[in-house]
């Protein structure tokens, strides 16, 4: 047995630091640190209900605005209010941008540079993917970069700018925009689909939407080359990422983009078969968390520092659905929805290093063509917030999906004031620590029998296959 | 280029060696430099010569090949032209510097990065959190959060008010809550080219070309600050500075004139200033949408006018405030426009 402690872990957002105990060349147990803390839920107590729509923001610079959904959902439910439809569909917009661009990132920026690295110089893809994916110098940080920018420059008319914008309300967002600004909306994502259709897929978004299952991606993959999709696929397929990073095979989502009646993705738990989220379930265990108290729904939850705690061994509490861990993200969301391609990989090989990286480049296929619907529903001139009155004493629990995954605010105001504030971020549920009775968390279980040591990615492809997000997973 | 002899000339210095280190922050800074508007951000930089050594977002290296980059810039192997600091430095719990511990060496932030301050030509915080401890050290600032060389708007911080880089210039705050990513951009490319000095700064360790404006310039409310008519709730188009928290007036930065995220800014999506460009600006002591008033007069006026002018002019203006721009004030849209003159503009 040998121990290693792999960090600092970089191309995740912020700070991680994974131990693993290592026997006969492959994992035999693993330990998920995060070794920052900075408090916001100490920092929002005794604050202005309100204040926390300028601190939720800035826990995150990349799931910014998801941190603003959540906090003016929270908001909203302490009020009673329902944003004015136009406000609805201009924070959808402004989320689903967010998280398009965040699926983007992940996948050129963190996830793909690995397989240029020196230690796949013999694989026959191991040129294609120097020249297109090497961190900094490859082609496509030139070619994807301008285009995400391009892409995000639609947050200027949507909510003024990103990252941290203050325009996300309750009631909607604090800016109508006019018919000139709905028809430059249109064209930014029309010009960002083409960019996806020609580079990321070579194909259009309709027919990825609409690969049904496991066997169906294999042939498409295979009828002609499949831009940068295709070129992730192919090495997957050599590498066998469909066996590494298996998961703990139970999936959930709090349910994303309401619509007038419902959420465009709903919320549940898939395990094989469909569920239904009962959030008063959740509890967060601190048992290995260098935190004073005890496990606690969110609603009750408390957070309070305690470094010298001897099990302690990250900053991140141990978010649990009805005592069991639960895996998070696009892969979630794409099963819960129903999405037969994700069904049918679930079904097969579970979560994986694979089946992570196909589901968000899937979503991204299934979200742009509905946000192009979202824009041309608005209407110009109807009210695009509206107004409520904060109660004096009162609760309210915003629960939202940022690209990486389930994000909760659980919000009491007592005497005017924010008398508790306690966020469970994607990433806490990902890469919780183990929990009272010992069950590790999901990463801590996915990393179980990954081949490790010298010269072995095997550990980077499962860590970001995640995409974690460290700083908003313990905030 | 490279011709100092001609006055105005660049002297350029390849490679600027170029660290990035993220200490307590959300990475928010970082994520807006590659919203630069730059048709190639990487090649734009390498184009006046800055190398990137490292980043946390972008670069392969990984684990222990990280901190032996770090270990070859103490040792002077590798130059280090340009330390860059996202995020607050914590010295808590109880001076131990644990609440953030560098992933993988175990040594708190905090040292790595005085350490690496010592060794660097520049040294810049990119961002209000590495400049004064931003929202990082709000509410009673449990961390004990503080900036490179301020604490809210006292000199100090990490590395002490008469710190200065072996470049002869102390700290360069490029403040912004985030910043924006010309704010990064044109200051690094300023110090590649040999043309930043001391006096590109303001007294608060800021560079001058964003720090010298205000946010009010290029406002595209200033047409309801003039007159007064003003905003009353979320969404309505008058000026945000009397009853929802607008600081435009009063804060340093040009987003109303360099604009953000493909043509915005704060006050272009309706939200107030709030700002974040300022020491202290996470505990302004009131809730952020509202205007702190003393007798319905605003506390926070415009940084250089006398209180009494201020008021005269209020009351002058509003009561000459067209219709037109009372109306609209207090709607989402236009609801009067600008009427066609039928003459020609004189």
């Known amino acids: 047995m040998t121990r290693i402690v792999v960090g600092p872990f970089n191309r995740v957002e912020g700070d991680l630091e994974v131990t693993l105990e290592v026997k006969d060349g492959v994992v035999a147990e693993a330990w998920a640190g995060s070794p920052l803390y900075r408090g916001f839920e100490q920092i929002l107590r005794g604050k202005h209900p309100m204040d926390a729509l300028m601190f939720a923001p800035r826990i995150c610079g990349i799931c910014s605005v998801s941190q603003s959904m959540a906090a003016a959902a929270a908001l909203a439910d302490a009020m009673g209010l329902a944003p004015a439809p136009n406000g609805r569909i201009t924070r959808n917009l402004a989320h689903a941008v967010e998280n398009v661009a965040d699926h983007f990132t992940h996948f050129y920026l963190f996830f793909m540079p690995d397989f240029a690295r020196a230690e796949y110089a013999a694989r026959a893809w191991h040129a294609r993917a120097v020249e297109r994916f090497r961190a900094v110098r490859g082609s496509a940080a030139a070619d994807v970069l301008p285009s995400r920018t391009a892409f995000l420059g639609a947050m200027g008319t949507l909510v003024g700018k990103w990252p941290h914008s203050l325009a996300i309300q309750p009631g909607g967002v604090a800016r109508a925009l006019e018919a000139s600004e709905k028809i430059r909306l249109f064209g930014l994502l029309r010009d960002f689909r083409r960019h996806a259709e020609t580079v990321l897929f070579n194909d259009a978004l309709e027919a990825v939407a609409a690969l049904d299952s496991a066997a169906a991606l294999v042939r498409w993959a295979a009828e002609r080359p499949r831009g940068d999709f295709g070129a992730f696929l192919e090495i997957a397929d050599d590498l066998a990422l469909a066996r590494l990073g298996r998961g703990v095979d139970r999936f959930m989502c709090y349910g994303n983009y309401p619509q007038a009646e419902s959420q465009f993705l709903p919320g549940g738990v898939w395990d094989g078969q469909l569920r239904a989220l009962d959030a008063q379930a959740i509890a967060e265990d601190i048992s290995h968390a260098w935190l004073d108290g005890e496990t606690r729904h969110p609603a009750q939850g408390v957070t309070r520092p305690q470094d010298e705690k001897a099990a302690g061994y990250t900053w991140c509490k141990a978010p649990r659905l009805a005592g069991l861990p639960m895996e998070t993200g696009a892969l979630a969301r794409q099963a819960v929805a129903g999405h037969p391609l994700a069904r049918d990989l679930v079904a097969g090989e579970g979560a994986n290093v694979r089946s992570r990286v196909v589901a968000r480049l899937l979503e991204i296929a299934v979200i742009l063509p509905e946000m192009e619907r979202w824009a041309q529903q608005l209407v110009p001139g109807e009210p695009f917030c509206a107004q409520g009155e904060l109660p004096q004493e009162g609760a309210g629990v915003g629960l939202v999906e940022a690209a990486r995954g389930s994000l909760g605010h659980w919000l009491r105001i007592e005497g005017g004031r924010i008398a508790n504030y306690q966020i469970v971020s994607p990433t806490t549920w990902n890469f919780s620590p183990r929990d009272a009775d010992g069950t590790p968390g999901p990463l801590e279980q996915a990393l179980v029998g990954t081949p490790a040591g010298e010269g072995n990615l095997a550990v980077q492809h499962v860590v970001r296959s995640f995409d974690p997000c460290m700083v908003c997973t313990v905030h | ?346």
């Not at chain 2, 032209?81 to 510097?97: I, K, S, W």
């Not at chain 2, 961390?143 to 002490?160: R, S």
């Not at chain 2, 930043?196 to 409310?221: E, I, M, N, Q, Y």
């Not at chain 2, 200033?222 to 929802?244: I, Q, R, T």
Request: net charge neutral; proline share 6%.
């Open chain 2, 1 to 346: 280029m490279n011709g100092a002899q001609e006055p105005g000339f660049f002297e350029m210095k390849a490679p600027f060696n170029l660290l990035w280190l993220q200490s307590a922050g959300c990475g928010g800074c970082s994520m807006s430099l590659l919203c630069s508007g730059a048709r190639d951000l990487i090649g734009a930089l390498e184009a006046v010569g800055i190398r990137i050594l490292w980043h946390p977002s972008l670069s392969e290296a990984s684990g222990a090949e990280v901190t032996r980059i770090f270990e070859q810039c103490l040792s002077g192997e590798v130059a280090l032209d340009a330390l860059c600091v996202e995020g607050a430095l914590l010295r808590g719990p109880r001076g131990t510097g644990r609440f953030h511990r560098h992933a993988g060496s175990g040594v708190p932030m905090a040292e790595w990065v005085m350490k690496l301050a010592g060794v660097a030509r520049h040294t810049l915080a990119v961002g209000s959190c590495a400049a004064w401890g931003g929202v990082a050290a709000a509410g009673e600032n449990h961390t004990d959060a503080c900036g490179l060389q301020y604490e809210g708007d006292q000199p100090g911080g990490l590395l002490g008010a008469g710190w200065k880089g072996r470049g002869g210039l102390p700290v360069i705050n490029i403040a912004g809550c985030p910043c924006h990513p010309d704010w990064i951009t044109e200051t690094l490319a300023a110090l590649a080219l040999g043309a930043f000095g001391a006096k590109d700064l303001d007294s608060l360790g800021r560079p001058r070309f964003f720090a010298d404006h205000l946010v009010h310039h290029g406002c595209t409310r200033n047409e309801y600050y003039e007159f007064k008519a003003s905003a009353h709730k979320p969404s309505d188009l008058g000026c945000l500075m009397e009853n929802l928290g607008c600081k435009g007036t009063q804060a340093h930065a040009d987003c109303n004139i360099r604009l953000w995220s493909g043509g915005g800014s704060c006050a272009r999506g309706g939200a107030p200033c709030i700002s974040c460009t300022e020491p202290g600006f996470e505990e302004p002591g009131h809730p952020f949408h509202e205007t702190p008033k003393l007798a319905g007069i605003p506390i926070g006026l415009p940084t250089d006018m006398p209180k009494a002018w201020f008021v005269a002019l209020a009351a002058l203006s509003k009561s000459a405030t067209p219709k037109r721009v009372r109306d609209n004030a207090v709607a989402d849209h236009q609801v009067v426009v600008p009427p066609v003159k039928k003459t020609g503009l004189k």
